[in-house]
């Protein structure tokens, strides 16, 4: 039930994330969230994308380094409180969230917000055990 | 494999006997028809007749780069110019070009010490020997030509550069041996990989790399990424060219041709003569050059020698891999630092490859050191904070090496420039 993020590594420098959103666009790849992080000589782009493979190749070819990060989407009540429950359960368990962000999305009431989490696996299990949802790579491309 | 065994495996006595001989030879010859040489030797009182022994060596003057390109081009010369037979020069990039002329003989020591350089590394009649060192001034294109021809080895001279046809060459051809810089053969190992052929499968069996330093660390990833035994070479267009030492398959030191080049190791500072196992300057003396001999060259490369017998079998000294040059050396608020210590501190970080440079500038008066290193997607991690510990990292085993902080900056992959010859490391924008 995990989703597939692509994890760039980009030099902190004028003009280089146009140019890496560019060679995306030109593949027709389209980015659905996204997230910055960084230094100030580098910094590491996380993006969910319709076509993480497709994306992937666009990079490698271009001599970009790039990964896949397994990750969660994460189904929360688009109301206060709905993020702090879904950290409550995590957090009940000892899983630590190494970074999140939102997901935007057109045609549901609930937020979506996409997590890295080291034990995965255990993730889903308490969060499906607490009632809640997560969504699969078909369900977030449904969208 | 021994090319020579009558000479290679000489022990010390007779070989110490042989070269006294052979540097009496030389120095009469000098005395008598190079004005230069004269000029010197008068300057230090020293007469032929006070050179009884090898060991005399020492009251011997001391050769430098800037004398011989101040005597350019033909001030070295020992012979009539009808005797020469073909010249080369070093590239001149640093100044004036320094001369090398050649009679009929000089290119059979050539040859012959080239032999010996690439038997050591196994090269035999039956190999084929993909020659990616540049052909024409350039030393190193005609050295090892020359040295495989004598073998009877299949030389193809492609020479340097045109990495496509290197590769579509190594393929059809199915060369067993490489010669090229160490850096250009990792250039062509990851240029294959672009093409989704892998080196390895070539069946490369011995690669002879040189004209520029490299490491330890830097051995084992030619050796992995093209599954051959890497070989380390030494020469200099002020001695010969390529052919000066060689490593043999104990990969543990250079071999010094020394029948035909004396080696001495001196303090750069005083020019005292050190004892074996001491770090300092690289002086060579050629025993048997015609066209442009030389006496006790400087050559400015940091090493060692080690005189103690290799398990080869051969009786000759053995200078450690250069260590880093007397004129390349950086200092860094008052630290010595060479290139060479640096690589082999980044290559034993887990994944990191050898493409790195080094920026030195000056901000408040202090020197600081930018060691780049290209990111590449065994070293990446998706997470912040495992980066920036890869460069805490780095610098921490800097620190350890060097005794200075330096700062490490992950950079993308091919944002350094990638060379055919000699990798440029170091980019120094102090204004002093």
Redesign the interface.
């Known amino acids: 039930m995990s989703v597939k993020?692509i994890?760039i590594?980009?030099?902190n420098k004028k003009g280089r994330l146009a140019e890496v959103t560019h060679l995306l666009a030109a593949e027709k790849i389209n980015i659905r969230a996204l997230s910055l992080?960084?230094?100030a000589?580098?910094g590491?782009l996380?993006i969910i994308v319709n076509d993480p493979d497709a994306c992937l190749a666009v990079l490698k070819a271009n001599?970009?380094?790039?990964?896949v990060?397994e990750v969660i989407a994460v189904e929360i009540e688009d109301k206060p409180g709905g993020l702090a429950r879904a950290l409550a359960v995590l957090d009940a368990a000892g899983l630590n969230v190494?970074?999140m962000y939102a997901y935007v999305e057109k045609k549901k009431d609930n937020a979506i917000v996409i997590c890295?989490i080291d034990d995965r696996e255990r993730a889903l299990d308490v969060l499906s055990d607490e009632g809640v949802a997560t969504l699969n790579a078909q369900a977030l491309k449904a969208l | 494999m021994i090319w020579n065994t009558d000479f290679e495996v000489l022990p010390r006595a007779e070989l110490d006997a042989l070269e006294g001989e052979r540097l009496g030879r030389l120095v009469d010859t000098l005395y008598r028809r190079v004005p230069f040489y004269r000029r010197k030797m008068e300057e230090k009182c020293v007469k032929p007749q006070d050179i009884q022994g090898i060991r005399d060596i020492t009251k011997l003057p001391f050769t430098t780069k800037d004398e011989m390109r101040e005597i350019y081009p033909y001030g070295l010369l020992a012979v009539p110019l009808p005797e020469i037979v073909e010249i080369h020069t070093s590239s001149g990039t640093t100044g004036t070009p320094v001369v090398d002329a050649y009679t009929r003989g000089d290119i059979e020591i050539w040859a012959e010490v080239m032999a010996r350089t690439l038997a050591a590394g196994g090269t035999t009649r039956h190999d084929i020997v993909q020659n990616a060192y540049g052909y024409g001034l350039f030393t190193g294109g005609l050295g090892v030509h020359y040295g495989a021809r004598l073998i009877g080895a299949t030389v193809i001279p492609i020479s340097g550069g045109n990495t496509k046809r290197q590769l579509a060459i190594l393929r059809d051809f199915k060369s067993t041996v490489l010669t090229c810089t160490p850096s250009y053969s990792l250039f062509l190992a990851e240029a294959a990989r672009e093409e989704g052929f892998d080196l390895r499968r070539v069946n490369l069996k011995a690669g002879f790399f040189g004209a520029e330093p490299w490491s330890e660390s830097m051995r084992q990833e030619i050796e992995d990424k093209l599954s051959t035994l890497a070989i380390d070479i030494y020469g200099l267009t002020e001695i010969i060219g390529p052919g000066v030492a060689t490593e043999c398959e104990q990969q543990d030191g250079l071999h010094i041709q020394e029948d035909h080049f004396f080696p001495e190791i001196i303090d750069p500072a005083t020019g005292a003569v050190l004892p074996d196992g001491e770090k300092g300057e690289l002086v060579i003396t050629t025993l048997t050059k015609e066209g442009t001999p030389v006496l006790r060259y400087r050559t400015r490369d940091i090493t060692y020698l080690d005189r103690s017998p290799c398990p080869c079998g051969r009786g000759t000294a053995r200078m450690h891999r250069v260590l880093g040059r007397t004129d390349d050396m950086l200092i860094i608020r008052g630290v010595n630092v060479f290139p060479s210590q640096i690589e082999e501190v980044i290559l034993q970080v887990d994944g990191v490859e050898p493409h790195y440079q080094l920026v030195v500038d000056r901000r408040d008066q202090l020197d600081e050191l930018e060691v780049q290193v290209e990111m590449n997607e065994s070293m990446f991690s998706d997470e912040i904070k495992g980066l920036e510990k890869m460069e805490r990292k780095i610098e921490s085993d800097l620190y350890a090496t060097l005794n200075i902080h330096t700062k490490v900056k992950l950079v993308e992959p091919k944002s350094i420039a990638r060379s055919e010859g000699k990798a440029k490391r170091i980019i120094d924008k102090r204004t002093i």
């Open positions: 993020q994890s590594f980009l030099e992080a960084d230094t000589d580098f590491v996380r001599s970009i380094v790039a990964q990060t190494e970074y890295k």
